[in-house]
Structures are given as structure tokens and as C-alpha cells.
């Protein structure tokens, strides 16, 4: 199997290192960051970013700071973890697997012994990392099967190795598809207003020699009716008990596209992106971003002075427009409550936080 051709973060000497995503692709730079407070900033500013990347950096940078609590009792320890916790769980409110890998990190904290847990901690950071690259490989193993050869494939957003600990989700079926020999062609949407489809999915179909097409959003709808697209592929930040999903802003749009044209969409996503104590999307918190991503495209301003704009990061597309989704488990085709249930199963213990 091919390996991913760049690291998006990992754990070094020099403390937690990730790719700057604001700068790619014109340059590849790295932040370093030393402390926990580095680590929420690149989650706030979306040096990093992607539910599961966001989930990894949370847990590294949760043991990271945890390193650097310098408590005389176990219960002052936990009373600064937990404040800690608290602070990253305020850096972005959609992507589940944040909250997630917090209560996974906080359950070690409250049961182990201080100070060696400590090293606990940051042994299960590297866990969360590690497990995430080998979940998305399983749900590209899965997934790999819906794709078939010569497909044009439409994705938004970035849902690939740089939104996760490594691989992807979306993008990782499409890599195992690849990886198979299949002869396929990947159309990215560019996804306004941060352009993660035009600076991060092209960037990183490229570097794996993946063929891909940029378009605009507003092409999505002429190249279904013109039959060049065979099925859509996204990721998601959280999916409702009945399977409503929040992903970028611009995928319910995607989804009643590909509904009309009667074209398979499917969501990948892990078992920790699904969010038990949900019912339905109109729960899913939406993050509203400053309205000058809006404005400014590049480092141009393209609107007037004295409007406002609108910002919504996320949107929710209902389960009845997902042909399926796909996780490490298997494909839930048709998601509903009764199907998604019988994953929460395994997992609701420790989905959520707070
Ligand atoms: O605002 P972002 O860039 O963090 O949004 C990312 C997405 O919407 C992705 O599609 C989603 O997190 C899935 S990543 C595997």
C-alpha cells in the first residue's frame, strides 16, 4: 500500500508539529507548537482542521499540556486538566470528534494515578493518532468497493489525509480505489469561502498522482447533467442519531444536486463522528466564522465596505439524501436510526463530551 507522501502532524523533540494548512499550497511550512495554547490557536485559526485532525491535535495537545501542569496534589492536577479540556472544547463546535477525543483523554486522566499519568496521556494521544490512520484505511477497504472503474467522482471540502491523523476518509476511499488500479478522475469542488477543495484536496490528489479537475462551486450542477459524474464522496464533522450529517458549507446543496440527477452521494466518516446524543441535524451546533473569510478572497477584498456577509462553516444534509454511509465498521446503506443504532451501540460511552 502507498504511503501518504507528507506527515500532518505528528509528536517529535521539537514538541507537535502540523502542517500549516492556512499556507498550502503555495508553501509547505510547519507550526511547532510547544504548549497547549499553540495547539488551540492552529485549531481556532485552522492551521489544522478536519473533525478527526482537529480530534488527534486536541488529544496531543491536551498530553502536552497535562506535561506541563506542575501540581503538588492529584486533585489540583485534575482541576487544571479539566480546565484545559474546557478551552479546547471552546476552539470549534461542530466537528464531534473534538468532544470526542477530550472525553477519551479526561476518562484516562480520572483514572490513573498522578503524576505517571502524565505519560498515560501522551501514550494515549498517540493511540488516538495512530487508531485514526487505521480506521481510515478500513474505511477505505470498505468503501472502495462503491467506486466503480473509470468514475468521475465529485467531492467538497477536504476530507483526506490532511483532515485526519493520516489517509482520510472520503478521500481515502478514493485512494484505496486507486491504489487498486482503478482508472478514475476526481472533480474538487473548490469550496468557498476557505477554498479547502481548491488549496488542500487538489494539493494533496496531486502529490498521491491521483487525477484531479478543480471546478468552482457553482459547476457541480452542469457537469451531473452532463453525465460526468458518476457518485459524490464527502466527510463529515458530525452525524445525527437518524443519519443527518453536518459537512462544509455547500454539501446539502451537493446532496440535493446529486439527488436530482438521481447519482449515488455517499458520506465516509468514523464511528466517532457520529454523535449519539443527537436525535436529528437541526441539534448540530453550526459554527459561524468572522464574516472577512467572506470577503476577503486570497488577500483581495471582492465586496464593498459597509454590507455584511454571512458565515456558516457547516451545513446539514438530511439522511434521506445519504445513498450510504461509509465507516470503519461497514456501510450503513439507507442510514436511519435503527441502522446507525446498532454502532452507537459499541461506542456511546465515550462519544461525547461534558
Ligand atoms: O472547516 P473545516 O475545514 O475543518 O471543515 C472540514 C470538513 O467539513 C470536512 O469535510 C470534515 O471535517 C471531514 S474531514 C475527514
Redesign the pocket.
Known sequence: MSKTPFKTIEWTNDGIVMLD?RKLPTRVRFIACKDADCVIEAIKT?GI??????GVAAAMGLALGAEQIHATTREDFLQAFNALCDRFAAS?P??VNLFWAIRRMKNIAVSRPYPSVKETLKAEALRVWREDIEINRNIGNYGKRLIPDKAGILT?????AL??GGF???LGVIYAAFEEGKNIQVFADETRP?L?GARLTTWELHQHGVPVTLITDNMAGMLMKEGKIDLVI????RIARNGDTA??IG?YSVAVLARHHQIPFYV??PVS?FDPHIASGSEIPI?YRNENEVFICGSKRIAPRGIQALNP??DVTPAEFITAIITEKGIISSPDTASIEAIFSEDAEESTYG
Open positions: 494548512q485552522m482542521r478536519g473533525a478527526p485532525a482537529i470549534r461542530t466537528a467538497h471540502c477536504n476530507a483526506g483532515a485526519t482520510g476518509t472520503a476557505v479547502q464527502v466527510g463529515a464533522d459537512n462544509k454539501t465516509a466518516a463522528t459554527e462553516a457547516f
